[in-house]
């Protein structure tokens, strides 16, 4: 079977354009945001971090702290009063 020239020139396109599509990210990187709207708005002083193993939340504001149990649901919360001092939960 004998490839005729427009078939070469689809395929070749078809070649290019895959080209372009998979070198653009590393021609034209998008920038990084590690803070994005939503975090320096609504949320931006709610940290992350594990407390005894297990994820808890950290609200800079207030104070609070939310430790996310094993079973989907919050298991703790308590109120940091001051800091390097032992808590009474």
């Not at 990210?25 to 975090?39: C, I, K």
């Not at 594990?50 to 609070?64: I, L, M, Q, R």
């Given at each position: ?27 034209q ?43 989907g ?17």
């Amino acid at each position: 079977m004998r490839v005729d020239l427009y078939t070469k020139a689809i395929l070749t396109v078809i070649a290019l354009l895959l080209g372009v599509v998979a070198l653009k990210p590393s021609l034209q990187p998008q920038v990084a945001m590690a803070e994005g709207t939503m975090a320096q708005g609504d949320y931006g002083h709610i940290r992350f971090s594990y407390s005894g193993g297990e994820p808890a939340f950290f609200d800079t504001h207030s104070g609070d702290v939310w430790i996310h149990g094993s079973d989907g649901h919050f298991r703790q919360h308590y109120k940091i009063r001051s800091f390097g001092k032992d808590l009474d939960r």
